[in-house]
Every structure is written in structure tokens, then in C-alpha cells.
């Protein structure tokens, strides 16, 4: 079974940086793609960043240039490197996988518990 565990949330300053990670544990053979969601009260989950397995990347526009998704494909470990971080920044942080590659084949759509970021002064 195929489970995904965030960490490295926490209370930074603004202005201030934090790095998320996602360990994907089970029996995975590869992983086709990663992503971070996140979902501020009141709000409806959006996509933070996504990487394809291969180095493709997309942001979404408000975190442009102040995030950074990367993977260790050997550790089935994703990365969110978060710098200037801003009040509305403050979310719980998701992880989700696709194209998960099993000894049973192939799965989709893996969600971990999130990780609370929270921007304040």
C-alpha cells in the first residue's frame, strides 16, 4: 500500500523560508508525477507546483519565483523549498501522487494528510 507523509511545516516569520517534504513509502517501483496542493481556511484546495518525472515543472503564478519543487526519485521523496514566504501563504500543505508504478501496476490520485505552514509576524 502506497502512502504519502508530508513534513517540515511549522510558524515562520514573513519574509521567512521553510522546506516541505513528501516520503512516499510502500512498494513503488517509479512515480510519474508529484505534486503540492494547499488549501487556506475558508478556500478551496489549489495547486501549489507539480513535477513530472523527467524535471518538467509547473507553479502556479502567485509562488512563482519564491518556490521550488525538486524529487529524489531514489528516496520517492518530493521537496517544496519555500522562500519570501507571505502571510497568504498560510495553508495546509498536501502532497499527491500519480502514476504510481506497483507490483500490482499502475495507481493514481495518492493524497497525504498535509502539513500546516503558517505566515505571521
Known amino acids: 500500500q502506497v502512502q504519502l507523509v508530508e513534513s517540515g511545516g511549522g510558524l515562520v516569520q514573513p519574509g521567512g523560508s521553510l522546506r516541505l517534504s513528501c516520503a512516499a513509502s510502500?512498494?513503488?517501483?517509479?512515480?510519474?508525477?508529484m505534486g503540492w496542493y494547499r488549501q487556506a481556511p475558508g478556500k478551496q484546495r489549489e495547486l501549489v507546483a507539480r513535477t513530472i518525472s523527467g524535471g518538467s515543472t509547473t507553479y502556479v503564478d502567485s509562488v512563482k519565483g519564491r518556490f521550488t519543487i525538486f524529487r529524489d526519485n531514489a528516496k520517492n521523496t518530493m521537496y517544496l523549498q519555500m522562500n519570501s514566504l507571505k502571510p497568504d501563504d498560510t495553508a495546509v500543505y498536501y502532497c499527491?501522487?500519480?502514476?504510481?508504478?506497483?507490483?500490482?501496476?499502475?495507481?493514481?490520485?495518492?493524497w497525504g494528510k498535509g502539513t500546516l505552514v503558517t505566515v505571521s509576524s
Open positions: 499527491n501522487a500519480n502514476g504510481v508504478r506497483t507490483p500490482s501496476g499502475f495507481s493514481t490520485n495518492y
Open positions: 510502500g512498494s513503488i517501483f517509479s512515480i510519474y508525477d
